[in-house]
């Protein structure tokens, strides 16, 4: 049995991991949220006399950090708990705990059925943490799943979780407010609201000065982060393309990129923002989820296919090397072939750089499941999915063709798994290169020209600028 998954983020052992301190493991699924979520969480703990590890073998308290977005993700997460109880049953002190969507939607399911666990603690309950741990070392569980309207951790500086000291998250929001009709996150993250832009920029520099070359700026929907500041009589009102442009001017040469835009609320203003700064990476990841209006209205996305098409053309006027991707689900409630057809020919027009792509997965609790019939059958979903992407595979590689013979800049990210004699990185576009080291290192920005590909990734030279 693997006790480490590939698809979990895990700390990197570090000078987190004190000896003379409790040891947390820290295992990690979902979105980059999530993962930022982690760091938060060890920091807390380190604040408060505990040390972080890599290895659960040696960890007094094993954390695991769930996602809810997906049925899939919680299957996992319950055989990872599985496996949790062996290792208490080798060493009946360990604490296991539940964090994030899984903890609040789920706590009296964990509490009753999975003995192991100890402690279910939602994600705007992460201060209360040591206060919990200490009650589940008494005997008692450990629960706080509150949902609140102020929480952003906006005074935490995070413990980077990141293993290369180049790429740093940072949450500029919590919660949403959009209230899709597949979707738990309103339900299992609260009402949406924005961190003191003060507070991000003031945490950018922090990771400019420990040497970071780029962050990613997170939220459930980037586009709608507002900041009011009132001062007396005066009140002073901060969008996301202002904030993008405080993030642009801390340092000329650090990459900023952001994620995740919803279609109704990405403005021009942040689009000629992108283009104004050199360093906003050219990338916007814009999900669309159905090509069918009629299914967008279903799913209660507020926009339709032409609006979709309208952003698309913006972006392609203001900002035309810019690259984006996008989020599809196959089988919605009511799709027929007809709506089916319209997503793939979306695919089509838009030609979308890179995808993700799932069945729908009916979640409890939310506007579809108490609303809508879960009708399409699952061999259905399954090969309209296949279609969905075998379509965008192509578009993929047509994609990364077209690259062929150009020179990006290249953020060295890492060595390459294939080859110890290669670096990989990231173009501003977000498309990954493979190229010789040629005497370079990790965190160096270089030129790249790209001589092949393959439908997953580019491959290059370096040369002079």
Known sequence: MNIYPEDANIFET??????????????TYGCQMNVNDSEVVASILIGNGYSV??????????????????????????????????????????????????????KDQLLEQKKVVDLVVGPDAYRELPVLIRAAEDGQKGVNVLLSREETYAD?????????GVSAFVSIMRGCN????????????????????????????????????????????????????????????????????MVALVDPRLRVRFSTSHPKDLTNEVLYT???????CNHIHL????????????????????????????????????????????????????????????MREVGFDFAYMFKYSERPNTKAARHLEDDVP???KTRRLMEIIELQGKLSEQSKQADVGKRFE?????????????????????KVVVFPKAGHKVGDFVYVEITDCTPATLMGKIVEE
């Open 14 to 27: 570090s000078n987190t991991d004190d000896t003379s301190r409790p040891k947390v493991y820290i295992e």
């Open 274 to 280: 992108m283009a104004m700064y050199e360093n906003i």
């Open 156 to 164: 935490i500086s995070p413990v980077r979780l990141d293993k290369n």
């Open 178 to 245: 959009n209230m899709c009709s597949y979707c738990v996150v309103p339900y299992t993250r609260g009402a949406e609201r924005s961190r003191d832009p003060h507070t991000i920029v003031k945490e950018v520099q922090e990771l400019v000065n420990a040497g970071y070359r780029e962050v990613t700026l997170l939220g459930q929907n980037v586009n709608s982060y507002h900041w009011v500041e009132q001062k007396g009589l005066i009140k002073h009102s901060v969008n996301f393309s202002d904030l993008l442009e």
């Open 53 to 106: 590890t890599s290895d659960i073998n040696q960890a007094d308290i094993i954390l695991i950090n769930t996602c809810s977005i997906r049925e899939n993700a919680e299957t996992r997460v319950f055989g990872r708990l599985d496996l949790f109880g062996q290792i208490k049953k080798q060493k009946p002190s360990v604490l296991v705990g539940v964090l994030g969507c899984m903890a609040e939607r789920l």
């Open 287 to 346: 999900p669309v989820q159905s090509g069918s209006t009629r299914i967008l209205k279903l799913m209660n996305r507020k926009y339709t296919r032409e609006d979709y098409l309208n952003r698309i053309e913006a972006i392609r006027s203001i900002i035309p090397d810019c690259s984006i991707s996008t989020d599809i689900i196959a089988g919605f409630c009511t799709e027929t072939e007809v709506d089916h057809d319209l997503t793939l020919s979306l």
């Open 410 to 430: 290249v953020l060295v990210e890492g060595e390459s798994k294939k080859s110890k004699d290669e670096f990989y990185g990231r173009t501003s576009q977000n």
């Open 378 to 380: 699952e061999e259905v």
